[in-house]
């Protein structure tokens, strides 16, 4: 039934952008997270991390006993949302017009209400908060709506009604509730309305339906044009373009980065302490993209982030720092300073909820291998480096053959401290072999034979000091016993033939240690101390990477299983947060990009192999 809940399971909700910020909205039909004017700017909306405090903007029906359902118009990003009573079934179509390529302030969240049967009596409150509830803010009330007024932001509720008419014809209700507005309104079979929220709107007006009409069928068009570019046409395509569409609605146009999550907070245990802001753009995450998006035929958005990418090598600040950050932000800069925002109890009392991201700091040699990879897939296909860009790329290699033979913080960033990790050392030899094919390839100039012997010399350590006996597997770090499902990529990105026996060895261990029921574990906390207190769910991007595994081993069938059942744990949206539970409920932010690019990848491979035999794929990770 729809009474709702003072928090909703994480995948209870539908995610609608502009591509440069978004928001969740629940099943009741509440958006319970939204910031503004960016993905990383501070909220407006926050009841997802505290029901009480946080902000929120509810539309839906005037009673409780309804029961509600949420789809996407087909191949767009607008999300309705429906509630059946017994005396009408009414809908909630919730979008946001596009805000372009350029970096703007005005964002407009648009919800219009319709009545398909019968009669319904909804109500609206909104309620905003203004920087994470940590700043006040004024309410101007007029005729046509209201305006929000804080130190750094200015909300403009607009509402729509025929030209000449007032908020009495139309038999709208508004009043003031604290901070607030309340609103009601009685709409019958074939009646629509809507509320206008827009960021540096000015003065409260009214909107025609017509304009509001126009602008729904502009953003229509655009979202359906955008995943009618896709060149996947295998067995799976609702799942993989329902992927697609949340990538680019998590993707900051003005740049190209794509970021990790929309939400910060959402904790990969139950009241645990891992909760962590995903709402940058990690130099792996979208390294990773770079390969599903091209493998779906989006060349531009491909294009796009490699240039971003290139950027950040450019801005490599000398000889006393890493070339590369880990994270940044989606305009490119590095301030991600963590704070712990206590004055709100976290999802079900998930706490601390933080804000920016202690991480950034650390030092992860593995992003070198991913972002080389990205840039010998995107040369692949047309996306070459500048003159420039390839001098910075020289650099840098150079850099990593100097530096690599070190400790680092690892893949997972975890707390726990530095270690030899395996998956940071064959990174490095995946770095140094796509700049040496990179040079092969194009006649640039660089360093080949010191590239070449480096690349050999990790390569030897790696089987040497990476492989444990006793396990009969590459282990997460050398010397350990523990085993980590990130090294499913050796495999996948050419280090090790995928039927090589010890690799074949390797993927039997993994089965035995990290996988339950076809879900993937990353590691075992308990096995191999992280720096922080409690367990987490399976992790959605390693089962992808496990069904991919599976399939070039000769193991297909197992692998299409796997894939399906992960099909079961979408939410009814299609959408995916970062990890499972063991009840098989989402946990972590939400959505994860992590997950759906794997989705996309695994997919694109899977149905290659399908037709044409394991291990042969429609393009190799170069």
């Not at 005729?143 to 014809?169: I, P």
Request: glycine letters at 10%.
């Amino acid at each position: 039934m729809g009474t709702p809940t003072r928090y909703p399971n994480i995948d209870d909700h539908g995610l609608i952008g502009d591509l440069q910020t978004a928001a969740l909205v629940a099943t009741d039909g509440t958006v319970d997270w939204f910031c503004c004017p960016r993905f990383d700017s501070p909220s407006v909306f926050a009841s997802l991390l505290d029901a009480d405090h946080g902000g929120y903007f509810r539309v839906g029906p005037d009673r409780d006993d309804y029961v509600t359902k949420q789809l996407y118009v087909p191949e767009t990003a607008i999300l309705i949302t429906r509630f059946l009573t017994p005396d009408g079934v009414g809908e909630v179509h919730d979008f946001m017009p596009i805000a372009g390529g350029r970096a703007t302030g005005r964002h407009r969240l648009i919800r219009q209400l319709r009545v398909v049967r019968g009669t319904m009596r909804f109500v609206s409150d909104l309620q905003p908060r203004f920087d994470y509830a940590r700043q006040p803010h004024t309410l101007e009330l007029s005729q046509d709506g209201a305006v929000f007024r804080s130190e750094s932001l200015e909300l403009t509720m607009h509402t729509v009604g025929k030209r000449n008419t007032t908020l009495q014809d139309d038999g709208i209700t508004m009043e003031r509730q604290g901070d607030g507005v309340h609103l009601t309104r009685v709409l019958h079979e074939g009646q629509i309305g809507a509320i206008v929220l827009e960021s540096m709107g000015g003065p409260a007006r009214r909107i025609t339906p017509e304009e509001i009409d126009r602008l729904l069928a502009e953003t229509e068009q655009f979202w359906r044009t955008w995943i009618g570019g896709t060149t996947y046409r295998g067995r799976w395509r609702e799942m993989v373009a329902r992927s697609a569409l949340t990538l680019k609605l998590m993707t900051y146009a003005p740049t190209g980065a794509i970021i990790a999550a929309p939400t910060t907070g959402l904790p990969e245990q139950i009241g645990g302490e891992r909760n962590w802001d995903y709402r940058y753009t990690w130099i792996r995450d979208g390294s990773f993209s770079v390969y599903a998006l091209l493998g779906l035929g989006f060349t531009e958005e491909a294009a796009a982030f490699t240039r971003w990418l290139r950027d950040r090598v450019s801005e490599a600040s000398g000889d006393d720092s890493t070339p590369l950050k880990i994270m940044y932000r989606v305009d490119g800069t590095s301030d991600l300073t963590e704070q712990t925002l206590d004055h709100f109890e976290g999802w079900r009392g998930s706490r601390p909820v933080r804000i920016g991201n202690g991480a950034a700091g650390q030092l992860q040699l593995d992003i070198y291998g991913e972002v080389m990879d990205a840039f010998l897939l995107a040369d692949t296909r047309g996306v070459t480096t500048t003159h420039r860009g390839w001098l910075e790329v020289v650099s840098f290699i150079d850099w990593l053959c100097d530096h690599w033979d070190q400790p680092d913080d690892g893949i997972w960033e975890t707390r726990g401290g530095r270690r030899d990790f395996t998956y940071a050392r064959f990174q490095t030899w995946v770095a140094l072999d796509r700049a040496i094919r990179l040079v092969n390839r194009r006649g640039r100039p660089g360093h080949r034979d010191r590239w070449t012997a480096t690349r050999d010399q990790v390569y030897n350590q790696v089987f040497e000091r990476g492989w444990n006996a006793k396990v009969g597997g590459f282990t997460q770090y050398y010397g350990s016993d523990v085993l980590d499902s990130s090294l499913l990529l050796m495999a996948l990105q050419g280090f090790i033939a995928p039927r090589d026996p010890m690799w074949l060895s390797t993927l039997e261990a993994i089965d035995r240690e990290l996988v339950s029921d076809s879900l993937v574990y990353r590691y075992n906390p308990s096995a191999s101390p992280d720096g922080l207190a409690g367990n987490e769910g399976t992790f959605s991007l390693c089962t992808f990477w496990y069904v991919d595994a599976l399939a070039r081993a000769g193991r297909l069938n197992e692998a299409r299983l796997t894939f399906e059942k992960m099909h079961t744990y979408a939410s009814n949206l299609r959408l995916y947060s970062e990890e499972i539970s063991s009840t098989g409920e989402q946990l972590g932010n939400f959505p994860q990009a992590f997950s759906h690019l794997a989705l996309i990848s695994a997919a694109i491979n899977l149905d290659y192999q399908l037709d044409h035999g394991a291990g042969s794929l429609p393009y190799a990770p170069p």
